[in-house]
């Protein structure tokens, strides 16, 4: 007797069954992702479209300047018409390094913070520059270290300093350390000069009865703070012979 090699009505019907909803499945599956990248196509075009409207030149115009900070010197209102010329543009596009550059470009500001408020403000941040020291004949060293130059303003009672600018910083520093040690033995430093070759010298001031005297003291390149010490030393001992003139340490 052969055996049978054809498939039974039971199973085939269950095979059929398997196979429909298989392709139920696939359709499905298919369908939602038809659905899926529809949806995402059509939310990508909504945003692009969204965001071309943004940053249209002729929207979201920034046309409120507001300016921030504690000035003594600064006048916010010779930066106003510089900055408002750069106005009138979309919020997104406003070009915020420009403006910052013409900002940190006046005499008078240290440094700033430009930031733009929703939806039509350009707001400036501005810290003033506070001048300590004079610097060479027309500049000021503010306490950043920066030279500045600051017309019209004076402070008799400033600490005049030359030098090479990549040591402003360093004089800036010895200068307020050699000050405060003058000011306990009743001296006031005046100027602070750093050749070309990087020697430097000192000119202290003392005031009594007889008036003011001025004394140099000649620091050379090396052990400067050592030699400045023993200035002082030999100052505190009464062993110059002035009160005047250049004293070599």
């Avoid at 429909?20 to 499905?28: D, M």
């Avoid at 501005?126 to 500045?148: F, N, Q």
């Avoid at 000011?183 to 009594?208: F, I, M, P, Q």
């Amino acid at each position: 007797m052969t055996a049978a090699h054809s498939m039974t009505p039971a199973p085939r019907a269950l095979a059929i069954r398997q196979d429909k909803k298989t392709r139920i499945k696939r359709a499905r599956v298919t369908r939602r992702f038809i659905i899926f990248a529809v949806t995402l196509v059509s939310l990508s075009a909504s945003a692009l479209l969204g965001l071309d409207y943004l940053f249209r030149p002729s929207v979201l115009i920034v046309d409120r300047l507001v300016i921030k900070g504690s000035f003594k010197h600064f006048d916010p209102a010779t930066l106003q018409p510089k900055i408002e010329a750069l106005l009138g543009r979309n919020f997104f596009t406003l070009d915020l390094a420009t403006i910052k550059s013409v900002v940190d470009s006046q005499p008078w500001v240290e440094r700033s913070e430009v930031r733009r408020q929703w939806p039509d403000t350009l707001s400036i941040e501005i810290v003033e520059s506070v001048p300590v020291m004079r610097w060479k004949t027309a500049g000021w060293l503010t306490v950043d270290g920066r030279i500045v130059e600051l017309a019209g303003f004076e402070n008799l009672s400033a600490i005049t300093v030359f030098g090479p600018k990549n040591q402003s910083l360093e004089i800036m520093s010895r200068a307020y350390e050699w000050a405060g040690k003058l000011d306990t033995v009743g001296l006031r430093l005046v100027l602070v000069n750093v050749s070309d070759w990087r020697s430097w010298r000192a000119v202290v001031s003392r005031e009594d009865r007889a008036g003011e005297a001025k004394i140099e003291i000649a620091l050379g390149t090396a052990e400067l703070d050592q030699r400045f010490d023993r200035f002082l030393l030999v100052y505190q001992m009464g062993l110059l012979v002035s009160d005047g003139g250049t004293v070599f340490v």
